[in-house]
Each structure stands twice: as C-alpha cells, then as structure tokens.
C-alpha cells in the first residue's frame, strides 16, 4: 500500500478535498448535504459518545445538551476553518489538534456518508474516489488565499449564477464569514482576524471571482 506523501501534523493548517466516483452528483440534493454538515459537525470531536445516526434520533434538547458536553470537553480532532460542498466533490480548511485527526475525521465523515447516500438512493459500494487529498498550507498568505479560492468555488464551477448568489450559498462557509448565516462549528475568525472587518473580507474574495472562473476552465489539466 502506497504511503501518504503529505504528512498529517498536530498544529498544522490542511486543504483536504475528494471528489465521487464518475463524478457523480453525491451532495446536490439539500437532505444530503445538511447531512454531511451535520457529520462534520459531531464527528470533528475525538471524544462523541455516540453515531451519527443516533444523535439525529435524539429530541433537540437532548442533541443541544451534548453537542454543549463536547465543546466544554473540547477534545478535538481537528479546528474547521473553512469549507465548502460541490455536486461532486468537498473542499475542506483544517487544522489539525490530535494526532491523526484529520485522518480519523475523514475516515468517519467520509464512511458515515456513504452508508446514508447509499440507503438513502438505494446503491452498494464507495461513492468517494478513495482516499482524500492533502495539501499542507506553509504560510499566512497561502492560508487567506486558500479561504478564498475555497469560498469561489461554486461561483467559478458556475454552480451559481452570479456572484452575488455566491454570499448565500448555504453549503458554504462563507455565508458564515459575511454574517449571512451562522455554522457554530467554523472557526472564521483564525482569517477574519487577519482583516479590518467581513466587508473587507468579503471584497478579498470578490475581486477575484472572474479570474478564479476563468482559472475554472483549465482545472482539469491540473486536477487528477
């Protein structure tokens, strides 16, 4: 088995992304994809007592009761800076916190995942093209710059129209970054701390939307 050439380290900062089989539309629908937000979600703590599954089932005050247990625990896999869902594939901005977290996470993510996308659509089999990707950020510069190519995502795929369609983009974090919409589970401010304010936030990620589309149209030259 081959070994993974980008080494997980606790403390570090990771663009980790994976794409479906045949690149087939495996978080399109919005059942599915409040789902895979909710498995972020539990499964970006080490210490969760229970499945997915089993929490869902749980009745709201419950669900709040634990999810508070773990963030006061706060043993985590892993920080979430940043993400976005695509129709066929996940962009994810990590840090890592223990050791072999992000590789626990997406380990858990990515099987949980796919037991409810299969039942859900009546299919056998993995729906991911293996393992995810990695790619360490090595500086400052590269971590804001990643947030917002992260963010462009579904403008530059032309999964939305318009840009100002991009700022409620619901499977996104941005929508969280500009006070749009809240994720309790993203830590905006390790980059909104590196700006005067979401607005200036907001026109780092903006100026660049027609150049990152146009990037868009070559992607598959250097995306394997």
């Not at 539990?42 to 009745?59: A, D, K, T, W």
């Amino acid at each position: 088995m081959t070994r993974r050439s980008t080494l997980l380290v606790s403390g570090e900062f990771y663009h980790l992304f994976n794409r479906s089989i045949n690149r087939e539309p495996i978080l399109k629908w919005e059942k599915n994809c409040q789902r895979a937000l909710a498995t972020f979600d539990l499964y970006r703590f080490s210490n969760s007592p229970v499945r997915l599954s089993y929490f869902l089932s749980l009745g709201f005050e419950k669900r709040v009761e634990l999810m508070s247990k773990l963030e006061k625990g706060d043993k985590k896999h892993l920080e979430i800076i940043a993400f976005c869902l695509m129709p066929n594939h996940y962009h994810l901005l990590l840090k890592q916190i223990s050791q072999n977290g992000i590789r626990n996470f997406l380990s858990l993510f990515q099987n949980s995942y796919t037991k409810y996308f299969n039942t859900r659509h009546n299919r056998r089999g993995p729906i991911f093209q293996g393992e995810f990707k990695a790619v360490r950020v090595e500086t400052e510069e590269q971590l804001v710059h990643l947030s917002r190519y992260i963010h462009l995502n579904p403008h530059s795929s032309y999964v939305v129209k318009s840009i100002k369609d991009l700022e409620n983009y619901p499977w996104s974090s941005l929508p969280d970054y500009l006070g749009k919409q809240k994720q309790s589970f993203v830590e905006k401010e390790v980059i909104l701390n590196l700006f005067r304010d979401k607005k200036e936030y907001r026109k780092f990620v903006f100026d660049q939307a027609s150049y990152q589309r146009d990037l868009e149209k070559i992607k598959h030259l250097t995306w394997d």
